[in-house]
């Protein structure tokens, strides 16, 4: 079918299809595919928009000429949030300013994630925390790694020596050196929310398209991950119980892809506000909201903004049994990979809402509030979002429950009253 071409003068694209250039080989090639008026660049030609790996920011972006319009998919130093490190050390930066402005009560709204460490470089500071809460749990997590890969819980100082004899492998060199790989040591947050006696975490996607002013576009699709056993704490070795990446889960010797262990956002909205109330869920989502904006004015002023940029960040939050979120994670390049039917059809929505938003076929009028699943969060200042989200989710509940009467028994129960709630909920004018 011959493609039409699109209209982007303005822009400095001319009157000719975009040209894209791809790194992966997963939806976000599908979508940008089966754009019309997009075509792939082969061979040596330079795209108008580049889905770039990270490691090519790192490569070739400080050597590359971009024409004005170019669009690709990282700042230049997404490392200041996305690496678990940078994160934190950025967020306790913040803390500390605000407490500096505006005293401690402001300073308290950062208190959204666990107490963090660097180690080995915070090695005694961590010592002497661990020594005053006898006690407690503490997660260690390699801050160069993912997927749940060489994560570890502990409760004695002893159970990190392993890692403390760590071997480091020396760049520009064929040797290794006897020094251990760098973590963060984490306060492990010991009461999750359960639901059907598991743990889970949130995925939520998060775009920014400038930095300086901060511009920010909440999507509101997203999912709860499972853990695919039981919660406990008396197994803190068992990463199936603690972790709960579909890296991990997937290998778990009863897993099924289809059942999955995975909930819609929406879906798990509507049990929440049937087992808490509405205005108790939405405080929450508030909440999570305010996350999103404070961790990422924490890394503001560090961020390299480009006019090239965006950047679609995939942030894992946990809630725990006080529906209090706390921010484990910020991803740079969120798993585009579906991992069933349902997955592919978030993935593939979501990016193409991400090319809606960024508009290089100019067709907005750079006065949306809501483009596709995506609502404008922050505009250089807070944008009130409308309440047309809830009654999305109650619309949207109703269809997803059939799939989950397939589930396990003990979570029938619950499910069968947040049945109840939502058909009572969509009576309400
Ligand atoms: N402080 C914590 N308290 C409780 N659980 C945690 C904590 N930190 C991490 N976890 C659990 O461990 C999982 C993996 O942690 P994290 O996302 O930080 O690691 P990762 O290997 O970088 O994962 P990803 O594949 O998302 O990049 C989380 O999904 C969560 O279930």
């Not at 699943?373 to 409308?386: S, Y």
Request: net charge neutral.
């Amino acid at each position: 079918m011959p493609r039409i071409p699109v209209k982007v003068k303005e822009k400095g694209i001319g009157d000719r299809l975009i040209r894209f250039r791809c790194g992966l080989q997963n939806t976000i090639l599908d979508v940008l595919k089966a754009r019309p008026g997009w075509q792939e660049v082969v061979g040596d030609g330079d795209p108008d928009f580049f889905w770039c790996e990270v490691h090519w920011m790192k490569d070739t972006f400080d050597h590359a000429y971009l024409e004005e319009h170019v669009k690709l998919n990282h700042f230049r130093n997404h490392y200041e949030l996305t690496r678990k490190n940078l994160m934190v050390k950025n967020l306790k930066r913040l803390r500390r300013a605000l407490e500096r402005e505006s005293g401690k009560l402001e300073a308290q709204k950062c208190d959204f994630f666990p107490s963090t460490y660097e180690l080995p470089s915070e090695y005694h500071i961590f010592v002497d925390e661990y020594r005053r809460n006898p006690g407690f749990i503490w997660i260690m997590k390699p801050i160069a790694r993912s997927q749940g890969k060489g994560i570890f819980l502990f409760k004695r100082l002893k159970d990190i020596t392993d890692w403390k004899k760590g071997t480091e492998y020396l760049p520009n060199s064929d040797q290794t050196k006897e020094v251990p790989e760098t973590y963060v040591v984490q306060r492990y947050i010991e009461n999750p929310y359960l639901i059907g006696g598991r743990k889970f975490d949130i995925r939520i996607y998060v775009l920014v398209t400038s930095y300086t002013p901060l511009r920010v576009w909440l999507y509101r699709s997203g999912f709860a991950r499972f853990s695919n056993t039981r919660f406990s704490l008396e197994s803190i070795e068992n990463s199936y119980v603690h972790l709960t990446n579909v890296a991990v889960q997937k290998t778990a010797p009863d897993y099924d892809p289809e059942k999955g262990c995975k909930w819609s956002l929406q879906q798990l909205r509507m049990y929440l506000t049937a087992k808490h109330g509405v205005e108790n869920v939405e405080q929450l989502f508030k909440d999570i909201n305010e996350i999103f904006i404070y961790s990422l004015q924490s890394c503001q002023r560090v961020i390299i903004n480009d006019k090239h940029c965006f950047e679609l960040y995939g942030y894992d939050i946990l809630i725990d049994a006080n529906l209090k979120p706390w921010l484990i994670e910020v991803n740079a390049s969120p798993s585009l990979t579906a991992s069933n039917h349902d997955d592919y059809n978030l993935k593939f929505g979501l990016l193409n809402d991400v090319l809606n938003v960024l508009d290089m076929e100019n067709r907005l009028t750079g006065k949306e509030r809501r483009i596709g699943l995506f609502d404008l969060l922050w505009d250089d200042g807070a944008v009130i979002l409308d309440d047309s989200i809830t009654s999305d989710y109650v619309n949207n509940f109703a269809t997803s429950l059939n799939a989950f009467l397939g589930c396990k028994e003990d979570r029938k129960d619950n499910l069968r009253q947040v049945f109840q709630t939502a058909q009572a909920l969509k009576k309400v004018p």
